[in-house]
Structure formats: structure tokens, C-alpha cells
């Protein structure tokens, strides 16, 4: 793939007053070139003001999500070359905008601070003053390893329908945490974690569109998590 490619991408500042619009800027193609290689060169040689979140540029800090062709993805993770010429870039749905392609991931971290995303225990005094080691089986490992993979990136939380519909729903990236810790056996949280999220707004309220694994860029399958969840409440 030759020549150029031309990014159409969404341009707002709340806080100016102007409409939001679309601006389109033609990227010289080259090979093994991402979307946000071609975002950071729309900010470094065409405009300064476009306002753009990254941190690692390798799949790992979560940081760049944007829409790319009406799909949340990670900017870095994605290749224009899986994309063709004509790449259209938004921000986020689910979150709140900040500028041109920067979200707000202040709720989105809120609801997953709610759901206790750390091992809860009982023996205060060895976490004070540890002896020794909680050991794990493969098995006991294997029972949340998939859901440790999450990097919060929020792309799960953009494709949830419930979350647009419901902004109470805590969304599948916390439920997934939640589940993550439920089945550790390292953990003693049990009924405590599963009433975090048996309510109105709760898990109950998913309707398995199942968007939340199809974009997740690690393999996490938050919708499977959250039919485990609700089969360790049905059964108590
Ligand atoms: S910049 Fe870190 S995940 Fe993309």
C-alpha cells in the first residue's frame, strides 16, 4: 500500500462554543504505520491543536482509544493497513468529551474503584506482617487469568448499549473486575462483592449484546464474566 491516506477526524472543544466538525488531512503511507502514527503526524507536521491521549505506543497503557471506522480500538494497536485509504476517527462513546479525541474517564474509573478491584482479607495480621506466600494451583489460576489481561482502556465500555442507555450500569470493564476477584481463591470478599452489583442499576440490567468481548483488544470476554456473575447469584 502506496501513497496517501486521508484521516477524517472529529474536531471539538466543548468549551469554545463552536460546532463540532469534521476536518479531513492526507498521511504519506508507510509500512507497519498505525492510526496513531498517523494521528501524531496530523499533530506534528499539519496541526498543533489536534488533542490526542497516548502514553506506551504498544497495546499496553490503554490510554489511546478512539473509534476508528465506527469501531472503539486501540490508535496504536491498529494498522492502517488493515483500514485501506479512507480512515474516519472519533472519540470515545460512554465517555464524556473533553477535546477532539480526549475523553473523560473519570466515571468509568469511579465505577471501577466501586466494585473493590483488590484482594479483600480476612487475616489482617499476616497482610501486616506477612510469613509466607499464597500459593495457587494451574487451576485456581486459570479461573481468572483471562480477566487479569484487562488494561482499562474503556474500549468495552464505548461498545456497551447499556452503559449509552443507563449510565448507573456499572459496565463490563468493572464486572469483569469483579468477577476477576470473586473466583480468586486468594480472595475472602465472596457475598460482599456479589452485592456491589445485585441491584437495580446492576448486572441484571445486561442484555448480552456481547459488543464489550468483540472489541476488547486483549481477548478479555467481559460478557462471558458477567453470565458467571449471575449464575453465582442465582445460586447464592
Ligand atoms: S498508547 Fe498505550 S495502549 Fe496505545
Redesign the pocket.
Known amino acids: 500500500m502506496e501513497g496517501k491516506v486521508v484521516f477524517t477526524v472529529f474536531r471539538h472543544d466543548p468549551s469554545a462554543g463552536a460546532r463540532p466538525r469534521y476536518v479531513s488531512y492526507e498521511v504519506p503511507y508507510r509500512s507497519g504505520m498505525t492510526v496513531?502514527d498517523g494521528l501524531l503526524y496530523i499533530k506534528e507536521r499539519i496541526d498543533h491543536t489536534l488533542a490526542i491521549?497516548?502514553?506506551?505506543?504498544?497495546?499496553?497503557?490503554?490510554?489511546?482509544?478512539v473509534k476508528v471506522n465506527g469501531l472503539p480500538r486501540?490508535?496504536?494497536?491498529t494498522q492502517v493497513s488493515e483500514l485501506g485509504r479512507s480512515i474516519k476517527v472519533e472519540p470515545l462513546p460512554n465517555h464524556p468529551l473533553v477535546r477532539d479525541l480526549v475523553t473523560d474517564f473519570s466515571t468509568f474509573f469511579a465505577k471501577h474503584k466501586s466494585v473493590k478491584p483488590w484482594l479483600i482479607r480476612k487475616d489482617v495480621e499476616e497482610q501486616e506482617n506477612p510469613t509466607g506466600q499464597y500459593l495457587q494451583s494451574d487451576a485456581e489460576l486459570e479461573r481468572y487469568i483471562q480477566f487479569s489481561y484487562c488494561?482499562s482502556?474503556g474500549l468495552c465500555y464505548s461498545a456497551c448499549p447499556v452503559v449509552t442507555a443507563l449510565p448507573e450500569f456499572p459496565g463490563p470493564q468493572a464486572l469483569a473486575w469483579l468477577y476477576r476477584f470473586y473466583v480468586d481463591s486468594r480472595d475472602h470478599g465472596g457475598r460482599e462483592r456479589l452485592e456491589i452489583l445485585d441491584r437495580a442499576t446492576g448486572i441484571w440490567r445486561c442484555h448480552f449484546a456481547g459488543s464489550c468481548s468483540q472489541v476488547c483488544?486483549k481477548g478479555v470476554d467481559p460478557a462471558l464474566a458477567i453470565q458467571l456473575l449471575r449464575r453465582a447469584l442465582i445460586r447464592g
Do not use: D, E, H, Q
Open positions: 496513531l491521549r497516548y502514553s506506551c505506543r504498544m497495546g499496553i497503557c490503554g490510554s489511546c482509544g486501540l490508535a496504536c494497536f488494561i482502556c483488544p
